[in-house]
């Protein structure tokens, strides 16, 4: 089911399984969160990762959101596990993007005095259009962050495709356009989860 929401930049596949294998990822442990405010509850996507039959299913249904013949790129060092899995499964090439700035032997390509120190792996060619991917699309800020650096490097950077969308406000959407993004294809969103909010009391 191909669904719209909200916003015409905001695109929900919600596949058959991958709501199952993301919940499956949720913790009720308690945890602060970027803003040191204790909360329960939290997704840890990186879990896929022990778990290869949803790790498996979840790169087939990114795969299947990327236009064919398309570049793939990490929008940080959390989604390099996933652009590696999609570089096999679509026959594509990938760049790698850092959150921060590498300071030593910067590897974009085979000439360190050429590279961006935010860029790794091979170079592209200067057009080549790139899909982003990442695992969770929260306030788009890391996508715009990807899309930016890819941009000064001279790559086309239209759209992108995510695990969760954290939500459907407005926010997201208004910071999706503002990095330049067409379409972020989300294959679930969080509020549409089965989400547990509370975990076994600790007496």
Known sequence: MIQQVDAPRIVVLDPPGVAAAVVSCWSTAVVRD???QLGRGFLNLKRLLGHPLNFRLVVQELAR???PGVAVAACDEGAWPLVGALVVEL???AVLVRRKPKEYFVAYGDDPALGDPRLAGERLEPGTRVHL???LLYSGVTLGSAASVLSLAGLVVREASVI???DRTER???MVRSAG???VTCLVLAPD???PTSGPRRD
Request: charged share 20%; proline share 8%.
């Open 193 to 195: 989860l089965d989400l």
């Open 91 to 93: 026959g594509t090439p």
């Open 172 to 174: 997201v959407a208004s």
């Open 65 to 67: 959101s990327v236009p």
């Open 34 to 36: 970027r803003q040191g």
């Open 181 to 183: 993004l067409e379409q």
């Open 164 to 166: 969760v969308g954290a």
């Open 133 to 135: 991917i990442d695992d």
